[in-house]
T-cell receptor, first 113, second 112 residues
């Protein structure tokens, strides 16, 4: 158990819909990362927050957004969903913003039908 | 952050040592070598990291060459549960690039 909690574990939704994925970091970790992993694809970095502020942005679509709340949990919002958004979404947390030792949750499997 | 090169796949017999190489010939002085692994569809797992000295923990050993241009992750007694994709990442704790970027890694298959 990494200490990072992601909910829900599985999510099935229709095209065009909007979903919210939630991540609770390890106790004491201030930095949260979001990654997308499509079938047979590598881990694609989406976005990172540190202590409530956005610190780095990767290949995140404009239909996607994220935020980190004062209690340090983070949410990833995916809207106008397309079939191609079906993927595993991982959250990771680390103590520092550089994230050299990052701990990953077990992911949310999103299926868009 | 320095670029790394890993073989796409390796096989290992159960109970034997698995030695996973990583080339990072452009590594700079303040960059550490990190290893993660991802067992199928699970979240990646941090394994070990080091700067220039060899490191060992309960999961693995990390051997870094003296010139720091390459390293080897050693799983001393591989089990079937060690079958996973192993990622070698080089980065500096002083980096202003906050992205933690994973390459393609090495798929290690442990055979019975």
């Amino acid at each position: 158990d990494s200490g990072v909690t992601q909910t829900p574990k599985h999510l099935i939704t229709a095209t065009g819909q909007r979903v919210t994925l939630r991540c609770s970091p390890r106790s004491g970790d201030l930095s949260v990362y979001w990654y997308q992993q499509s079938l047979d694809q590598g881990l694609q970095f989406l976005i990172q927050y540190y202590n409530g502020e956005e610190r780095a942005k990767g290949n995140i679509l404009e239909r996607f957004s994220a935020q980190q709340f004062p209690d340090l949990h983070s949410e990833l919002n995916l809207s106008s969903l397309e079939l191609g958004d079906s993927a595993l979404y991982f959250c990771a947390s680390s103590v520092n913003p550089v994230g050299t030792e990052a701990f990953f949750g077990q992911g949310t499997r999103l299926t868009v039908v | 952050d320095a670029k790394t090169t890993q073989p796409p796949s390796m096989d290992c017999a159960e109970g034997r040592a698995a030695n996973l190489p990583c080339n990072h010939s452009t590594i700079s002085g303040n960059e550490y070598v990190y290893w993660y692994r991802q067992i199928h569809s699970q979240g990646p797992q941090y394994i070990i990291h080091g700067l220039k000295n060899n490191e060992t923990n309960e999961m693995a050993s990390l051997i870094i060459t003296e010139d720091r241009k390459s390293s080897t992750l050693i799983l001393p007694h591989a089990t079937l549960r060690d079958t996973a994709v192993y990622y070698c990442i080089v980065r500096s704790p002083l980096s202003s690039n906050y992205k933690l970027t994973f390459g393609k890694g090495t798929l290690l298959t442990v055979n019975p």
